[in-house]
């Protein structure tokens, strides 16, 4: 018997539970992994406080790293032995020992370590996909970026920066605003004391900018659009702050007929190829040292509770990991 967290109605942090479970050997298309580490992601709130609806009861958690324990028939491409890193459905990644599908997990080069794969599988694949795929940024342009000393938000800054960007970041206090400073983001407005809008008009000389990346939704949503360039693109990947409001298709030529998404990076890595291009740039991007994971944060997995206290409580910066 191994231990994991479990939870069987959705609701506050308390609903998860740290028991024994059976964990099985590995069917067809199967690996059994001994985790190292799991990511902690906002996405994971959604999904235990039932924004996200599961089945029930289930485990939680979508990103991790380990190594590979035993494999079912016909996995071909993974061995006993291999580290592992993944970052996706089904849920479960929050456990000492897990059965999962293998084409979900993708082999760690050497210079990655089980614990910066699971504090960045998740997280460093959505900044990725959100910068190369869903609006492949150019060098020169100038984007905003909310909640930028978060977990996505410190890879994001790094990562851009690293492509010639220019970030504006908002953060919710001064400490934030240095780190996110630390971490290239070049101007940093503070959200809860300043009108983000009027900065970034101010930022960019009333032009404005081509494309906001938001994933707080309720609160910046509407403002986002107000901060977009003529034809610019809001990207809402994210409702830390609640789901925002309904928006009419006429709001978007309103504002200049801007373009709207909401992206899932599971849509972007669904394929075997598409999920190994994915990660592949981020091992690539990591391994240069031009994009570092920052772990702020460990917690015993034991304690996952405390952890998302914390997350919800904005107490966190960069990534957080559970150690099993
Ligand atoms: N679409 C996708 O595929 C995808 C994939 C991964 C992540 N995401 C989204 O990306 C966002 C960041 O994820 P993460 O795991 O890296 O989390 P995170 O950014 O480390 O934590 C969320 C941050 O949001 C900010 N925030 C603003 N209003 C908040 C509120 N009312 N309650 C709590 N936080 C609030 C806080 O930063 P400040 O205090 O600085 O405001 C907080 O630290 C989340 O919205 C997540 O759902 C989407």
Redesign the pocket.
């Known amino acids: 018997m191994v231990h994991a967290i479990r939870f069987h109605e959705a609701g506050g942090p308390e609903v998860m539970k740290w028991e024994e479970v059976e964990v099985g050997d590995p069917g067809p298309g199967e690996i059994r992994v001994k985790q190292t580490a799991a990511g902690?992601?906002?996405?994971d709130i959604?999904l235990r406080s039932g924004a996200r609806p599961v089945p029930m009861p289930n485990g939680l958690g979508l990103e991790g790293a380990g190594e590979i324990i035993a494999v079912g028939e016909g996995v071909s491409d993974l061995a006993v032995g291999d580290r592992i890193g993944y970052a996706d459905m089904p849920l479960g990644a929050y456990a000492e020992e897990r059965v999962m599908p293998a084409k979900i997990a993708v082999k760690l080069p050497d210079g990655i370590s089980d614990e910066q794969a699971a504090a960045m599988m998740?997280?460093g694949m959505?900044v990725q996909f959100l910068i190369k795929s869903c609006f492949p940024v150019q060098q020169g342009q100038t984007v905003l970026w909310h909640?930028?000393?978060?977990?996505?938000?410190l890879i994001a800054c790094q990562w851009l920066n690293h492509l010639g960007v220019t970030v504006i970041g908002?953060?919710?206090?001064e400490e934030?605003a240095e780190l996110a400073r630390a971490h290239g983001c070049h101007h940093t407005i503070n959200?809860k004391d300043e009108d983000f809008v009027a900065q970034v008009k101010e930022l960019t000389d009333g032009a404005g900018v081509p494309v906001v990346y938001d994933?707080?939704?309720k609160?910046t949503l509407r403002g986002s659009m107000e901060c977009l360039q003529r034809r610019g693109y809001l990207i809402s990947?994210?409702?830390?702050?609640?789901a925002p409001d309904p928006v009419e298709l006429t709001e978007l030529s309103a504002h200049g007929s801007i373009y709207a998404a909401r992206?899932?990076?599971?849509d972007f890595t669904a394929e075997r190829d598409e999920l190994l291009a994915c990660a592949g740039d981020l091992f690539e991007v990591v391994s240069s040292g031009a994009v570092k994971i920052e772990i702020n944060q460990r917690y015993p997995l034991s304690e996952t509770v405390q952890a998302h206290i914390d997350?919800?409580g904005?107490k966190?910066?960069g990534s957080t990991i559970l150690m099993a």
Do not use: E, H
């Open positions: 902690l992601n906002f996405i959604y998740l997280k959505t909640a930028a000393a978060g977990g996505v938000g908002t953060v919710g206090s934030k959200y994933s707080v939704g609160d990947f994210g409702n830390a702050s609640g992206p899932m990076l599971f997350l919800v904005r966190t910066t």
